[in-house]
C-alpha cells in the first residue's frame, strides 16, 4: 500500500517554490529600491532556512538517504548545473541577461547558479549519518553556519558556503517529527500571522546582506563580528517565521499541492526560467516602467511558471531521463 502523501508539506514547498521564482525574478529589479527590494528582503528571511528543514525532516532514513544522494541529488545537479551553464552563456552573449553575470561562473564545480542548492542536499544527505551521531549536532551546525563566511576565499562560498549556514536548519529538520509539527501547527493562528507582519520590519530596516548565506562576511560589507551577530539573528528569525508559516498552512489538497509533488522539477523550471523568462517579456511590454504593473506581472508569471513546470507528464518525463542516466553510469 503506497503511503499517503502530506498535503501540508506539499503545500509548503510549492509557496517555497512561488518565492524561489518569486526572489530570482525581483533580484532583476531590486537595484532600483523600493517595494521589490523589500519583498525581496522578507521571503529571503526564512524561504531556504524552511527549505532546508523540509529536507531535513524528509530525510529520516540516514542510511537510504547516503546510498541514493547520488542518483538523486548529485547527478541532477549535474545536468541542471550543464544546462543552464549553456543557456546562461548564450543568454549573456547574445546580451538578453546581464543581470548577475559578474557572479556567473561558467563552472560544474563551482556553481554560481541556483543549483547550489542541489550541490548541497547531496553533501547533507552524505554525511547525515555522521552528522547526527555528534552529541550536539544543534550546537555544531550552528557553529559551523558562523564561522564558514570568516572565510576571505567568495569563489568557494558562493559554491559552498550553504552547504554550512544552511546546515542548522536542515539538522533540525532531521530531528523533528510529526509530534513537534502537530504542536507547532497548535500555536494560535493569531499569533502566527503577528510574527509574519512583524517580520516586515526586519525586511525593511535591517541590512539586506543579513540573509546572504552564498557570501563571505566581508564580500557583504560586515566585519567578522558583525556578521556572527546579524547571522544569528538570521537563524531566529527563520526559526521563528518559518514556524508561523508551518502553523498557518492549509491541510487540504489544492491546486497547488502538486507544485510541491513536483518539488524537484519545478525547482529546475523556475532556475531556467526565473527571471530570464520575465526579462524578455519586460523588454517587450516594458512593464518594469510601471512599479505596480511590474510586482503584479512578475506574481503572475511566476505563479504560471511553477504551475506548468509541475504538470504530471513533464514529472513523469523527468523520472524516465533521470532513470535511464543512472542506468548507464551505474555499475
Not at 529600491?33 to 530525510?59: D, N, Q, S, V
Not at 544522494?69 to 541577461?97: D, R, S, T, W
Not at 499569533?191 to 546582506?209: D, E, N, R, S
Request: net charge positive.
Amino acid at each position: 500500500m503506497l503511503k499517503q502523501r502530506d498535503a501540508m508539506m506539499d503545500n509548503l514547498k510549492a509557496l517555497l517554490l512561488f518565492c524561489v521564482a518569486f526572489g530570482h525574478t525581483l533580484d532583476v529589479y531590486k537595484g532600483a529600491g523600493g517595494i521589490e527590494l523589500y519583498f525581496m528582503k522578507y521571503i529571503y528571511l526564512f524561504h531556504m532556512p524552511l527549505f532546508a528543514f523540509i529536507t531535513g525532516y524528509f530525510t529520516k532514513n540516514l542510511e537510504k538517504a547516503r546510498n541514493t544522494a547520488v542518483e538523486k541529488c548529485f547527478i541532477p545537479y549535474i545536468i541542471f548545473q550543464g544546462v543552464y551553464v549553456i543557456m546562461a552563456n548564450m543568454m549573456i552573449h547574445l546580451g538578453l541577461a546581464n543581470f548577475n553575470s559578474d557572479v556567473f561562473n561558467s563552472s560544474l564545480i563551482v556553481p554560481s547558479s541556483a543549483f547550489y542548492y542541489l550541490l548541497a542536499v547531496f553533501f547533507w544527505k552524505m554525511f547525515a549519518k555522521d552528522i547526527m551521531i555528534l552529541k550536539h549536532p544543534v550546537i555544531m551546525s550552528v557553529f559551523l553556519g558562523l564561522v564558514i563566511s570568516l572565510t576571505k576565499i567568495n569563489e568557494f562560498h558562493i559554491a559552498y558556503g550553504a552547504v554550512f549556514s544552511l546546515l542548522p536548519f536542515f539538522v533540525i529538520g532531521v530531528l523533528c517529527d510529526g509530534e513537534i509539527i502537530k504542536k507547532i501547527r497548535k500555536i494560535p493562528k493569531v499569533l502566527a500571522w503577528f510574527v509574519l507582519i512583524i517580520g516586515i520590519f526586519p525586511a525593511v530596516y535591517l541590512p539586506y546582506a543579513i540573509h546572504n548565506v552564498r557570501m563571505t562576511y566581508k564580500a557583504t560589507g560586515f566585519n567578522n563580528v558583525e556578521g556572527i551577530i546579524y547571522r544569528l539573528i538570521f537563524y531566529i528569525i527563520a526559526i521563528v517565521m518559518g514556524a508561523a508559516i508551518i502553523c498557518l498552512m492549509s491541510e487540504k489538497r489544492m491546486i497547488f499541492t502538486r507544485v510541491g509533488e513536483a518539488s524537484i522539477l519545478v525547482y529546475a523550471g523556475s532556475t531556467f526560467l526565473a527571471p530570464h523568462g520575465y526579462v524578455l517579456l519586460d523588454k517587450m511590454f516594458l512593464l518594469s516602467h510601471n512599479r505596480i504593473l511590474n510586482i503584479v506581472g512578475i506574481i503572475i508569471y511566476c505563479l504560471c511558471i511553477i504551475l506548468i513546470c509541475s504538470v504530471p507528464v513533464f514529472l513523469r518525463w523527468y523520472n524516465n531521463i533521470i532513470n535511464m542516466v543512472n542506468r548507464w553510469i551505474k555499475k
